[in-house]
């Protein structure tokens, strides 16, 4: 959220948005199951073309330093780093503020609940999420390929993990916001959901909201989130068809 350049309108008189999406649109999102050779499990997305993200997941295994392995189930532990070359203005390489906290509330909040840690006592599961290219959401898109690459390595979980933030911009509520949108907009909900029970894993609010326009945002980013879990889906499915028919082929 900060100052706009002056008469620059995120919504037109069509209610067209500044890429031409309507208000309650997702941007076109891509998957991808199992990238990575020597990953447990991987995904890579494309959020709307311009987020480019990257999961990798190893494990259950053994856990460096021992000092952190629990007698009664996994540790998990995320990290979500984005890559120098990311953003517009380069970025630091290594953590900085915001990166430790989206890697705790990614780890404990969206994506822990989802995993049954007590079938693997005193080993480690570790996520990597790298943001290649950023723009806007890229939490919201981490966390869909990290619960991605969790499936991909086969750790048993609950439900998968889906994500979107809705927001406000122009004093409308709107799904999925994209970098200007993020930028010069009101404020921005990130919502993480596991949908076969309908529980919320994660939800956060940046800037400023009513009562009604945030519960309207939630449900909003529970409806874009619901269209992830489908196209998480079918990715899954792609993935087995592909070693299904590999198999085939060898017969
Ligand atoms: N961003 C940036 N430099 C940074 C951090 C963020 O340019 O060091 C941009 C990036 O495009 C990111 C967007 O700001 O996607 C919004 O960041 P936010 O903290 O809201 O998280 P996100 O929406 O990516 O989950």
């Known amino acids: 959220m900060m100052g706009r350049p002056e008469g620059l309108k995120l919504i037109d008189e069509n209610g067209k ?12 999102i891509k998957m991808e199951v199992g990238v990575l050779k020597n990953a447990d499990g991987s995904a890579y997305i494309e959020w709307g073309g311009k987020n480019k993200v990257l999961a990798a997941v190893y494990g259950p295994r053994e856990i460096h330093p021992k000092h952190l392995q629990r007698p009664d189930r996994a540790i ?9 070359f990311s953003v517009e203005e380069r970025k630091k390489p290594g953590p900085d503020r915001r990166s430790v906290e989206i890697s705790k509330v990614i780890r404990g909040g969206a994506l822990e609940p989802a995993l049954l840690l007590h079938m693997f006592p005193r080993t480690a599961i570790d996520v990597f999420i790298e943001i290649l290219q950023a723009d806007a959401g890229t939490r919201v898109a981490g966390i869909t390929a990290a619960s991605l690459a ?17 927001g406000k911009i122009d004093g409308e ?20 959901i596991m949908p076969l029970k309908n529980d919320i894993t994660l939800l956060q609010m940046d800037g400023y909201l009513t009562k009604e326009e945030f ?6 980013a529970i409806k874009g989130a619901k269209a992830v879990y489908q196209k998480q889906r079918e990715a899954l499915k792609e ?3 592909k070693i299904a028919q590999e198999v085939e082929g060898n017969e």
């Open 17 to 28: 948005r500044i890429d031409g999406r309507k208000k309650y649109e997702l941007r076109p």
């Open 173 to 192: 509520i709107v799904l999925d916001l994209n970098k200007e949108e993020d930028n010069y907009g009101e404020a921005d909900v990130p919502v993480a």
């Open 150 to 166: 969790l499936a991909d390595a086969g750790i048993p979980m609950k439900d998968l993990v889906a994500a979107c933030a809705a």
């Open 239 to 241: 993935k087995y068809l």
């Open 76 to 84: 998990l532990r995320v990290r979500y780093n984005m890559a120098p």
């Open 215 to 220: 519960l309207e945002a939630v449900r909003l």
